[in-house]
């Protein structure tokens, strides 16, 4: 079934027909759709800018980290995590069980390939993918044309780098969090972590771990919930109460478990957005932290909690409360963003922040045979969601051709010949 025509076009471009989608991006969402597809038997191919699956579990993560839900809410399609894995995996683990995952399904994606463009030829129905090298010293180019495209590039593809007066000009090591690994060297540092989601409490807890005097800015506000309540996980009894009960009161629920558990944390700096956790995550994105021990060393003034930052001179930074701290390193845990407007010339389905507009569950199809994959702020849970969906909707339009096929040549054939 799986054809792979191969040709050089005009420009010296290497130009592949792709029998069945692309799928752009060799992450979790990536992998998880490959495997439903080969299940059904439908040829696909991926590609992937790194030189692994995963990168960004493999290569953009610190040491310490550990998937936040329990394991049975992150496991992909077809494979659960196996019987001995704690609760909660580690990194290291995850990594192994999607090297499995990928050996089991045989998924063998296009490495050290980056997507540069897709478009969509009105003329011929067929999505037109320009990728160039991304190893080695030769810059080569290769175009893959297709009547499918699968985009799992992530929400987290990129670094956010804000823009700071003075950041550019300070003179210690200014990081992403996404480089950083461990805090062994900043042992006896002054270390300041811009951001207080998920990565910038979890670099401070590690930065204080490892006897660093981490402070964390919180220009805003920030919802911070127990991993636990009342013996189950957070995320477990949110979706149970949910079933149940409008948002607001789970909202409440919650906030009320969380008040009992953790006390009030406004004394500590932290303050809590007006729109509970989950009213948030569902309107604005914004992930709730879960708390893994970062709180008590905010308590015990290991980490301390610093507001918004004026500007960077030297090695000093200003604060908004015209505190001024000396600092030898910054990491900046100031999020991610999609990097989709920067390759896909498409604007009805994604929206200009690189997500698409129609919010869950209904974003992961557009015209043309458009799909998008991981981009639900739902994690891994909703990666498996889309993987689902997409791949019984590429089955059925796979059966359909199939059948048109034995009667008649289909027209785009014809036109590929053409390029
Ligand atoms: C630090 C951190 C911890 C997290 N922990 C959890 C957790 O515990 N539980 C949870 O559910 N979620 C967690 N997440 C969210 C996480 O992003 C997703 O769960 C998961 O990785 C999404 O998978 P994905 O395949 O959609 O995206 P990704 O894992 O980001 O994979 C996308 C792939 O696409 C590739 N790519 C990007 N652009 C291009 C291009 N132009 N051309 C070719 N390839 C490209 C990338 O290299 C990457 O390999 C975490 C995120 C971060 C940043
Ligand atoms: N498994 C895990 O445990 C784990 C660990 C890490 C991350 N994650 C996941 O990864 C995703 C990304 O998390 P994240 O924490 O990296 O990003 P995030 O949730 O987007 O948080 C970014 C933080 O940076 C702050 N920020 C941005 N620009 C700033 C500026 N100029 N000055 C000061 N602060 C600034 C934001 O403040 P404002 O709120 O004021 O904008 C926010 O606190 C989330 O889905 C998260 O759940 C999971």
Known sequence: MFSFSEQNNF???????VNGPVIVGAGPSGLAISACLKDQGIPFVVIERSDCIASLWQKRTYDRL???????????????????????????????????????????????????SAKFDEACKLWRVKTVSTAGSVRSETEYICQMLVVATGENAEGVIPEIEGLKEFSGEVIHAKDYKTGVKYAGKNVLVVGCGNSGMEVSLDLANHNAKPSMVMRSSVHVLPREMLGKSTFDLAMMLMAWLPLWIVD??????????????????????SLGPLTLKNHHGKTPVLDIGALDKIKSGEITVVPGIKRFTGKTVELVNNEVLNIDSVILATGYFSNV???????????????????????????GGLYAAGFTRRGLAGASADAVKISKDIGKAWKKELNQKKQKVPTHRRCISTF
Do not use: M, S
């Open 66 to 116: 550990k998937l936040h839900l329990p394991k049975r809410f992150c496991q992909l399609p077809k494979v659960p995590f196996p019987e001995e894995y704690p609760e909660y995996p580690t990194k290291n683990q995850f990594v192994a069980y999607l090297e499995e995952y990928a050996k089991k399904f045989d998924i063998k994606p296009q490495f050290n390939e980056c997507v540069q």
């Open 341 to 367: 407007p920067f390759w896909l010339h498409e604007k009805e389905f994604f929206a200009e922040n690189g997500f698409p507009k129609t919010p869950f569950p209904n974003g992961w199809k557009g015209k």
């Open 252 to 273: 409440r629920i919650l906030l009320i478990i969380a008040w009992f558990t953790l006390g009030n944390l406004e004394t500590f700096g932290i303050k809590r957005p």
């Open 11 to 17: 420009f010296g471009r290497r130009c592949v027909w």
